[in-house]
Protein backbone atom coordinates (compact mmCIF):
# COMPACT_ATOMS: atom_id res chain seq x y z
CA UNK A 1 0.00 0.00 0.00
CA UNK A 2 2.95 2.61 0.94
CA UNK A 3 4.54 1.95 -2.79
CA UNK A 4 1.68 1.81 -4.53
CA UNK A 5 0.57 5.02 -2.96
CA UNK A 6 3.67 6.86 -3.19
CA UNK A 7 3.97 6.28 -6.86
CA UNK A 8 0.49 7.64 -7.67
CA UNK A 9 1.44 10.65 -5.34
CA UNK A 10 4.90 11.02 -7.11
CA UNK A 11 3.27 10.93 -10.56
CA UNK A 12 0.55 13.93 -9.29
CA UNK A 13 3.50 16.32 -8.30
CA UNK A 14 5.27 15.51 -11.16
CA UNK A 15 2.52 15.85 -13.68
CA UNK A 16 2.31 19.30 -11.65
CA UNK A 17 5.70 20.21 -12.14
CA UNK A 18 7.48 19.24 -9.46
CA UNK A 19 11.23 17.34 -9.66
CA UNK A 20 11.94 14.66 -7.44
CA UNK A 21 15.25 15.62 -5.72
CA UNK A 22 14.50 19.59 -6.13
CA UNK A 23 11.21 20.23 -5.12
CA UNK A 24 10.36 17.16 -2.98
CA UNK A 25 12.52 13.81 -1.58
CA UNK A 26 11.52 10.52 -0.72
CA UNK A 27 11.88 8.23 2.64
CA UNK A 28 14.52 10.31 4.13
CA UNK A 29 15.21 9.29 7.65
CA UNK A 30 14.34 12.20 10.24
CA UNK A 31 16.16 13.47 13.45
CA UNK A 32 13.40 11.39 15.38
CA UNK A 33 13.48 8.11 13.75
CA UNK A 34 10.53 8.52 11.59
CA UNK A 35 10.53 8.51 7.89
CA UNK A 36 8.09 10.53 5.75
CA UNK A 37 7.14 9.04 2.65
CA UNK A 38 7.73 11.87 0.74
CA UNK A 39 9.47 15.35 1.66
CA UNK A 40 7.76 18.60 0.22
CA UNK A 41 10.62 21.56 0.13
CA UNK A 42 8.70 24.94 0.31
CA UNK A 43 10.03 28.44 0.33
CA UNK A 44 11.93 29.57 3.70
CA UNK A 45 13.75 26.17 4.18
CA UNK A 46 10.29 24.85 5.37
CA UNK A 47 9.09 21.44 4.68
CA UNK A 48 5.96 19.37 4.91
CA UNK A 49 5.94 15.74 5.16
CA UNK A 50 3.46 13.59 3.44
CA UNK A 51 2.15 10.10 4.51
CA UNK A 52 0.84 8.03 1.83
CA UNK A 53 0.41 4.35 3.57
CA UNK A 54 -3.58 4.59 3.42
CA UNK A 55 -5.33 1.87 5.31
CA UNK A 56 -7.67 0.02 2.91
CA UNK A 57 -8.12 -3.31 3.42
CA UNK A 58 -11.24 -2.92 5.59
CA UNK A 59 -12.58 -0.80 3.11
CA UNK A 60 -12.05 -3.16 0.19
CA UNK A 61 -13.77 -5.67 2.08
CA UNK A 62 -16.88 -3.42 3.24
CA UNK A 63 -17.45 -2.95 -0.53
CA UNK A 64 -17.64 -6.88 -0.86
CA UNK A 65 -20.09 -7.14 1.73
CA UNK A 66 -22.34 -3.81 0.30
CA UNK A 67 -22.04 -5.43 -3.23
CA UNK A 68 -23.44 -8.71 -1.70
CA UNK A 69 -25.98 -6.83 -0.11
CA UNK A 70 -27.32 -5.62 -3.54
CA UNK A 71 -27.03 -9.32 -4.74
CA UNK A 72 -28.83 -11.03 -2.67
CA UNK A 73 -32.64 -11.20 -1.51
CA UNK A 74 -33.22 -13.69 1.59
CA UNK A 75 -34.01 -11.00 4.04
CA UNK A 76 -32.29 -13.30 7.15
CA UNK A 77 -28.71 -13.11 4.97
CA UNK A 78 -29.42 -9.43 4.37
CA UNK A 79 -29.57 -8.74 7.87
CA UNK A 80 -26.48 -10.59 8.99
CA UNK A 81 -24.70 -8.96 5.69
CA UNK A 82 -25.87 -5.42 7.18
CA UNK A 83 -24.26 -6.08 10.73
CA UNK A 84 -21.10 -6.87 8.78
CA UNK A 85 -20.91 -4.04 6.83
CA UNK A 86 -21.42 -1.91 9.46
CA UNK A 87 -18.78 -3.79 11.59
CA UNK A 88 -16.38 -3.68 8.26
CA UNK A 89 -17.24 0.59 8.05
CA UNK A 90 -16.15 1.37 11.80
CA UNK A 91 -13.19 -1.01 11.45
CA UNK A 92 -11.66 0.97 8.49
CA UNK A 93 -12.29 4.60 10.34
CA UNK A 94 -10.72 3.10 13.07
CA UNK A 95 -7.86 2.13 11.13
CA UNK A 96 -7.73 5.49 9.57
CA UNK A 97 -8.20 7.30 13.04
CA UNK A 98 -5.18 4.87 14.08
CA UNK A 99 -3.25 5.81 11.27
CA UNK A 100 -3.68 9.51 11.96
CA UNK A 101 -2.38 9.07 15.32
CA UNK A 102 0.58 7.00 13.99
CA UNK A 103 1.78 10.10 11.88
CA UNK A 104 1.21 12.53 14.92
CA UNK A 105 4.20 10.56 16.85
CA UNK A 106 6.58 10.16 14.29
CA UNK A 107 8.04 13.24 14.17
CA UNK A 108 6.62 14.56 11.00
CA UNK A 109 4.78 17.81 12.68
CA UNK A 110 7.89 19.14 14.40
CA UNK A 111 8.36 22.98 13.79
CA UNK A 112 11.30 22.33 15.65
CA UNK A 113 12.99 21.32 12.97
CA UNK A 114 11.71 23.54 10.19
CA UNK A 115 8.22 21.26 9.82
CA UNK A 116 4.88 23.14 9.32
CA UNK A 117 2.08 23.10 11.77
CA UNK A 118 0.81 20.32 9.55
CA UNK A 119 1.73 17.09 7.71
CA UNK A 120 -0.70 15.49 5.25
CA UNK A 121 -1.81 12.19 4.90
CA UNK A 122 -3.08 10.77 1.00
CA UNK A 123 -5.85 8.73 0.84
CA UNK A 124 -5.46 7.57 -2.46
CA UNK A 125 -9.30 6.83 -3.94
CA UNK A 126 -11.46 9.73 -4.36
CA UNK A 127 -14.46 7.93 -3.21
CA UNK A 128 -12.73 6.72 -0.63
CA UNK A 129 -12.02 10.05 0.80
CA UNK A 130 -15.62 11.22 0.33
CA UNK A 131 -16.51 7.80 2.27
CA UNK A 132 -14.33 9.38 5.09
CA UNK A 133 -16.14 13.01 4.70
CA UNK A 134 -19.94 11.34 4.90
CA UNK A 135 -19.19 9.14 7.67
CA UNK A 136 -18.30 9.16 11.28
CA UNK A 137 -17.46 6.31 13.23
CA UNK A 138 -19.39 5.20 15.72
CA UNK A 139 -17.94 4.18 19.49
CA UNK A 140 -20.16 3.03 22.55
CA UNK A 141 -19.91 6.78 24.40
CA UNK A 142 -19.88 9.12 20.85
CA UNK A 143 -19.43 9.08 17.23
CA UNK A 144 -16.28 10.61 15.78
CA UNK A 145 -16.23 12.34 12.46
CA UNK A 146 -12.85 10.87 11.47
CA UNK A 147 -11.56 14.29 9.11
CA UNK A 148 -12.43 16.86 11.78
CA UNK A 149 -10.42 14.92 14.21
CA UNK A 150 -7.65 14.59 11.92
CA UNK A 151 -7.70 18.15 11.32
CA UNK A 152 -7.76 18.94 15.30
CA UNK A 153 -4.58 16.70 15.06
CA UNK A 154 -2.84 18.89 12.51
CA UNK A 155 -3.22 16.20 10.36
CA UNK A 156 -4.89 17.23 6.65
CA UNK A 157 -6.55 14.07 4.97
CA UNK A 158 -5.89 14.39 0.86
CA UNK A 159 -7.48 12.94 -1.75
CA UNK A 160 -5.67 12.81 -5.58
CA UNK A 161 -7.57 15.79 -6.82
CA UNK A 162 -7.05 18.53 -3.80
CA UNK A 163 -2.81 17.69 -3.00
CA UNK A 164 -1.91 20.42 -5.61
CA UNK A 165 -4.35 22.50 -4.35
CA UNK A 166 -3.43 22.13 -0.95
CA UNK A 167 0.34 22.53 -1.70
CA UNK A 168 0.26 25.63 -3.95
CA UNK A 169 -1.63 26.77 -1.01
CA UNK A 170 0.88 25.99 1.66
CA UNK A 171 3.46 27.03 -0.91
CA UNK A 172 1.91 30.14 -1.29
CA UNK A 173 1.31 31.68 2.23
CA UNK A 174 4.80 30.65 3.28
CA UNK A 175 6.28 32.41 0.39
CA UNK A 176 4.04 35.27 1.37
CA UNK A 177 3.90 35.16 4.71
CA UNK A 178 4.35 33.42 8.30
CA UNK A 179 2.38 30.17 7.68
CA UNK A 180 2.71 29.37 11.69
CA UNK A 181 0.26 32.08 12.16
CA UNK A 182 -2.13 31.80 9.29
CA UNK A 183 -2.62 28.06 8.34
CA UNK A 184 -5.51 27.22 10.69
CA UNK A 185 -6.93 29.61 8.76
CA UNK A 186 -5.89 28.27 5.39
CA UNK A 187 -6.95 24.91 6.34
CA UNK A 188 -10.25 25.86 8.02
CA UNK A 189 -11.33 27.62 4.86
CA UNK A 190 -10.65 24.70 3.13
CA UNK A 191 -12.50 22.25 5.50
CA UNK A 192 -15.82 24.98 5.02
CA UNK A 193 -15.03 24.76 1.17
CA UNK A 194 -15.55 20.76 1.17
CA UNK A 195 -18.71 21.49 3.86
CA UNK A 196 -20.42 23.77 1.76
CA UNK A 197 -19.45 21.70 -1.76
CA UNK A 198 -21.17 18.76 -0.41
CA UNK A 199 -23.97 20.90 0.89
CA UNK A 200 -24.34 22.80 -2.41
CA UNK A 201 -24.14 18.82 -4.44
CA UNK A 202 -26.77 17.94 -2.22
CA UNK A 203 -29.23 21.29 -3.09
CA UNK A 204 -28.25 20.87 -6.49
CA UNK A 205 -29.50 16.74 -6.52
CA UNK A 206 -32.44 18.48 -4.75
CA UNK A 207 -33.38 20.91 -6.98
CA UNK A 208 -32.65 18.65 -10.70
CA UNK A 209 -35.22 16.53 -8.68
CA UNK A 210 -38.20 19.09 -8.11
CA UNK A 211 -37.20 20.53 -11.93
CA UNK A 212 -37.83 16.99 -12.94
CA UNK A 213 -41.29 17.02 -10.98
CA UNK A 214 -41.81 20.23 -12.35
CA UNK A 215 -40.96 19.38 -15.38
CA UNK A 216 -43.67 16.19 -15.53
CA UNK A 217 -46.30 18.05 -14.28
CA UNK A 218 -45.86 21.00 -17.36
CA UNK A 219 -46.37 18.45 -19.52
CA UNK A 220 -49.05 16.90 -18.43
CA UNK A 221 -50.49 20.24 -17.71
CA UNK A 222 -49.69 21.46 -21.91
CA UNK A 223 -50.17 17.72 -23.62
CA UNK A 224 -52.96 15.57 -21.77
CA UNK A 225 -54.60 18.61 -20.15
CA UNK A 226 -54.39 20.59 -22.97
CA UNK A 227 -55.80 17.97 -25.10
CA UNK A 228 -58.95 17.76 -23.24
CA UNK A 229 -59.67 21.02 -23.20
CA UNK A 230 -59.47 21.03 -27.11
CA UNK A 231 -61.58 17.99 -27.27
CA UNK A 232 -64.29 20.34 -25.11
CA UNK A 233 -63.92 22.91 -27.84
CA UNK A 234 -64.56 20.73 -30.93
CA UNK A 235 -67.51 18.98 -28.77
CA UNK A 236 -69.17 22.63 -27.98
CA UNK A 237 -68.33 23.66 -32.35
CA UNK A 238 -69.98 20.27 -32.94
CA UNK A 239 -73.26 21.40 -30.96
CA UNK A 240 -72.95 25.16 -32.47
CA UNK A 241 -72.95 23.48 -36.23
CA UNK A 242 -75.55 21.30 -34.96
CA UNK A 243 -78.02 23.75 -33.27
CA UNK A 244 -77.18 26.12 -36.59
CA UNK A 245 -78.67 23.27 -39.13
CA UNK A 246 -81.26 23.38 -37.10
CA UNK A 247 -82.32 26.79 -37.13
CA UNK A 248 -81.69 26.73 -40.70
CA UNK A 249 -84.63 23.95 -41.17
Given amino acids: RGNWGEIQAEKILEDGGLVKGQHFKTQ ?21 HLDVKFPLQNYISYLGVVDKIN ?13 KSKELKNSFLQDVR ?10 YIDPANNTIDYALMFVPVEGVFQFIVENELELKTKNV ?7 EK ?27 DQAKDL ?10 WEKYRLQIESLQSNITSLQKKYDELTNV ?11 IDDLKFEDSEKTED
Fill in 28 to 48: EILETGGKPDITLNLPNEKVL
Fill in 145 to 151: DIYDEAM
Fill in 187 to 196: IELHRIFLTQ
Fill in 225 to 235: RTNELFKVVER
Fill in 98 to 107: DRVDEVTKEG
Fill in 71 to 83: NTIEENEISILED
Fill in 154 to 180: KVILVPPSLLLVYLSTIRSAVDTFNLQ
